[in-house]
Antibody, heavy 127, light 110 residues
C-alpha cells in the first residue's frame, strides 16, 4: 500500500523559505511516476505547485516558478519542495501526491491524475 | 480566476442524479484527459475519475465521467448523504505546461 506523508515547519515568518518533505512508503520513487505538490489556502480551491520525476525532470506552475524548487532523494525515497520569500498569501494546506503523467504522441495529448495523496501539512505565514 | 470553470455549488436529494460541469478550452480539456477529485470535509482530496471516464478501484460505479469537446462532466447517480463534498476537475494546460484545477463545486445533499 503506497502512502505519502508530508512534513513541514507549521508556522513561518514572511520572507522566510518554506521547506517541505514528502516521505513515500510502499513504492520506490525511482521506479517511475511523477511526484507532485498541491496546495489549498483556507476556504479556497486546489492549486498545483510542481511535479518532479525521479530523474529530476520537473514541471512548475508558472505563477510560482520564480520561487519554487523541487528535488528528489531516491536514497531516502522522498521528495521535497522549497518556496522562497513566503508571504501571508502562501498560507495553506500543502499536499504531496503521486502524479501519474503520460504523454501520448499519437494523439498529442496528455493523461494526468494525482492518484495517491498525503494527508497534508498546514503552513501558516504570520509575523 | 481558474482556467477551468465549475459551478460553485450543486445540490440534490437522496437517490437523485446530479451532474457537475467543467468547462475549459482547446489547450486544456480539448487536448488532454480530465480527472475528478472528491474532497470530504477536513480530508485530503481523493481521485474519483481519471482519463475522462475511468474509475480507480474502490470508487462506486455511481460516479461516472464524460467529456465532449472542451467540456467535461461528473455524474453522481443514486445520490447519498455521504456524497456531500467538494468536487474538483483537473487537466493539463498546454500553454502553461502544467496542471490546472477547476475552482471546485460544493455538493449539498438536501
Amino acid at each position: 500500500q503506497v502512502q505519502l506523508h508530508e512534513s513541514g515547519p507549521g508556522l513561518m515568518k514572511p520572507s522566510e523559505t518554506l521547506s517541505l518533505t514528502c516521505a513515500v512508503s510502499g513504492y520506490s520513487i525511482s521506479i517511475g511516476y511523477y511526484w507532485g505538490w498541491i496546495r489549498q489556502p483556507p476556504g479556497k480551491g486546489l492549486e498545483w505547485i510542481a511535479s518532479i520525476y525521479h530523474s529530476g525532470n520537473t514541471y512548475y506552475n508558472p505563477s510560482l516558478r520564480s520561487r519554487v524548487t523541487m528535488s528528489v532523494d531516491t536514497s531516502k525515497n522522498q521528495f521535497s519542495l522549497e518556496l522562497s520569500s513566503v508571504t501571508a498569501a502562501d498560507t495553506a494546506m500543502y499536499y504531496c501526491a503521486r502524479h501519474d503523467s503520460v504523454y501520448y504522441s499519437d494523439r498529442s495529448g496528455r493523461d494526468d491524475a494525482f492518484d495517491i495523496w498525503g494527508q497534508g501539512t498546514t503552513v501558516t505565514v504570520s509575523s | 480566476q481558474s482556467v477551468l470553470t465549475q459551478p460553485p455549488s450543486a445540490s440534490g436529494t437522496p437517490g437523485q442524479r446530479v451532474t457537475i460541469s467543467c468547462s475549459g478550452s482547446s489547450s486544456n480539456i480539448g487536448s488532454n484527459t480530465v480527472s475528478w477529485y472528491q474532497q470530504l470535509p477536513t480530508t485530503a482530496p481523493k481521485l474519483l475519475i481519471y482519463s475522462d471516464n475511468q474509475r480507480p478501484s474502490g470508487v462506486p460505479d455511481r460516479f461516472s465521467g464524460s467529456k465532449s469537446g472542451t467540456s467535461a462532466s461528473l455524474a453522481i447517480s443514486g445520490l447519498q448523504s455521504e456524497d456531500e463534498a467538494d468536487y474538483y476537475c483537473a487537466t493539463w494546460e498546454d500553454s502553461l505546461k502544467g496542471v490546472v484545477f477547476g475552482g471546485g463545486t460544493k455538493l449539498t445533499v438536501l
